[in-house]
Every structure is written in structure tokens, then in C-alpha cells.
């Protein structure tokens, strides 16, 4: 039941209670440049909650699109920050969430490989959005009697935020199998996350350079009605929970 309340959540296109983005990511670290290095690690916690709402997300089984297949889709995530006290320091605010709507393509393309983009950006945030690009490959396409296997790559960078650039790149495995209009799935895989601060936040904090390298795993199924597809997906990213959300179409 927590869980189904989180993607509800997602589904209500993340109400911006506590998740102002673009204010809560500029970077006031509470009493300046410190001696006790406690910026920085306040920047090494927040990272590891940016890292898990902004990566890309997949929310899709494995079977493999067609060479003729294509698929349209809203997406919404919902991550609870797991760095509190760290976002206190380093902004100021009490950033109890994270998250991110958009929209998602697919396209299938010839001996079993997919390409697909997204585009999210942060309720309220002020322009702070992410984009990415994902390359899979099917080396099962699935059937009655067997499931399908498939295994991605992807690339995503953040834009619109002042204080820091992030980009990050990921790879994953995924199982799926079909039943009448369910397809549930599962998946495993890595992702590695760069968060630089910009210039001028260096010189004022003295902050340094921050990566993410982290497992994930992540677990959903498609609900599909004709063309429409609705697929709620929870993903573990780290340390952090993130309940993920499509909505649309695939031909």
C-alpha cells in the first residue's frame, strides 16, 4: 500500500509541496566557506538524491518495439529525498522530495534494437529539466512459452540549473514476460552520475567535483488496453526509493 500511495503520488504529476526545485538546488551552504569540510559533505549527500530523480528512467518492459512499432508517452517520478539534513546545510530548505514529469519516445528499429529519448522537467523548478537518450537490444524477443531478455544503455544530462551541471550514463538488464494484457517486468543495472558545482559556487564554498556510481534495481508491470499503456514502476536507486510513472500510447 506504501508503495501504490508513492506512485499515486507521480500520478498526481508531483504536487509541489516541499519540491521547488530551482530554489531548493541553489546553493547556500549554511555559514559559508567551513573549516569543517561540512558543505562538501552535505553536497555529497544531496548529489546521491539528485542522481536518483534524475536518471533516466526506462518504465517499460523488455520486449523488443518492431521495426514498425513506435510509443508516445507522459511520464512522472516521485523520489523521497533520503539527504535531509545534508539539503538543510547545503541550501537552507527542507527538501522532503524530489521529481520530474515529461514525456518519453520509442522507436523500434531492425535485428532487435530500440532507440528511445525523454525529456522531464521539475514542477515549479524554474526552467531545471533533464534529457536523455537510450540504445537496447533484444536478445530475446519474447513469445508465448519464453519471456523477453533485453539490455540498454543510456545518457542523460540536466539543464537549466545555475549552481551545478549534471550528467550521468547507465546500463541495464532487463526480463519481461507477457499474460493477456499484463506485462510485468524486471530489471537490474548501473548508473554513474556526475554533479559539478559551477564556478563561481567553487570559489565562494570551495566545493569539489561529486560522483554517483550505484546499482539499481527496478520492478513493474504494463497494463495494456489496445494502443493505451499505463505502467507504474518502482525502482531502488542506491539508497533512495523512486516510484516512476507512464501514460500513453504504442503501435
Known amino acids: ?74 511520464i512522472a517520478s516521485y523520489t523521497p529525498t533520503q539527504h535531509k539534513d545534508d539539503w538543510n546545510t547545503l541550501t537552507g530548505d527542507d527538501v522532503k522530495q524530489l521529481g520530474m514529469v515529461g514525456a518519453v519516445i520509442n522507436k523500434g528499429l531492425p535485428l532487435g534494437f530500440d532507440v528511445g529519448a525523454f525529456y522531464a522537467t521539475v514542477p515549479t523548478g524554474d526552467g531545471a529539466a533533464a534529457y536523455g537518450f537510450q540504445l537496447r537490444y533484444a536478445i530475446l524477443d519474447g513469445g508465448i512459452a519464453e519471456p523477453a ?46 554533479i559539478d558545482p559551477s564556478d563561481s559556487v567553487k570559489a565562494e564554498y570551495a566545493l569539489k567535483d561529486e560522483s554517483v556510481d550505484t546499482t539499481r534495481f527496478f520492478v513493474g508491470s504494463r497494463i495494456a488496453l489496445g494502443f493505451f499503456e499505463l505502467t507504474p514502476e518502482y525502482e531502488h536507486f542506491g539508497k533512495n526509493n523512486v516510484y516512476n510513472l507512464r501514460l500513453g500510447f504504442s503501435f
Open 149 to 194: 531478455l533485453a539490455v540498454e544503455a543510456n545518457y542523460t544530462i540536466g539543464t537549466g540549473i545555475d549552481d551545478f551541471d549534471y550528467h550521468s550514463w547507465g546500463v541495464d538488464a532487463m526480463l519481461s514476460k507477457g499474460f493477456a494484457f499484463l506485462t510485468p517486468y524486471i530489471g537490474v543495472g548501473y548508473a554513474s552520475a556526475q
Open 1 to 74: 500500500m506504501m508503495k501504490m500511495r508513492h506512485v499515486l503520488l507521480a500520478a498526481c504529476l508531483l504536487v509541489p509541496a516541499t519540491s521547488a526545485f530551482a530554489d531548493d538546488l541553489d546553493i547556500n551552504c549554511q555559514g559559508g566557506l567551513l573549516a569543517d569540510d561540512s558543505c562538501q559533505q552535505a553536497f555529497h549527500g544531496a548529489a546521491k538524491d539528485v542522481a536518483a530523480t534524475l536518471n533516466y528512467k526506462i518504465v517499460a518492459p523488455a520486449e523488443s518495439t518492431g521495426i514498425l512499432g513506435f510509443g508516445i508517452a507522459a
